[in-house]
């Protein structure tokens, strides 16, 4: 069973940082769950933004923030899209499992970058300079919760469309 943030209550804040972004990984990638692949790509708003393209971004965010962070290898080099943007996209070849399963890599490959630094570690791959792991992981925590609460969204208008139809 997974750590939640409510069992690490009184852990130390490295403890509780990791089941914080834990919990929102686990969230952003259940999103999915029981969806059709129609209804993970439906546009429900005038940006890019679909359900699965939100889960496709997040796994570009883990890349970013665990990636290119940590080694300092490029995002050409990584194989990601240089504007944050480009990484909603999705392609023919898009699906829920295989999005699934990058984003299941790239949160594993988050936790084993950075399981030998401590927070004030400098991390000195992202284009701000060097960056404190403390940082990375409340800026990767921002972004994940505010991830989340948009797929709620595109979940609950999606499940409440199919309903009434």
């Not at 439906?42 to 290119?68: I, N, Y």
């Not at 890599?105 to 060097?130: E, H, I, K, Q």
Request: aromatic share 6%; glycine share 6%; proline share 3%.
């Amino acid at each position: 069973m997974a750590v939640t943030s409510m069992d690490v209550f009184h852990a130390p804040l490295r403890e509780q940082l990791d089941a914080f972004l834990d919990e929102h990984r686990a969230d952003l990638d259940a999103s999915l769950d029981g969806l059709t692949e129609e209804q993970a790509r439906r546009a429900l708003v005038p940006s890019r933004t679909t359900l699965l393209g939100l889960v496709k971004h997040v796994t570009f965010v883990e890349r970013v923030w665990f990636e290119e962070a940590v080694t300092g290898r490029s995002r050409t080099e990584l194989g990601l899209p240089e504007d944050a943007g480009d990484s909603f996209l999705l392609s023919d070849d898009d699906t829920i499992e295989s999005i699934r399963a990058a984003y299941r890599t790239a949160c594993a490959a988050s936790r084993a970058a950075v399981v030998d630094l401590g927070l004030d570690d400098l991390l000195t791959g992202n284009r701000r300079g060097p960056l404190p792991l403390r940082w990375v992981y409340l800026h990767t925590l921002r972004e994940l919760a505010q991830h989340a609460g948009h797929a709620d969204i595109l979940r609950e208008q999606i499940l409440a469309a199919d309903a009434r139809a």
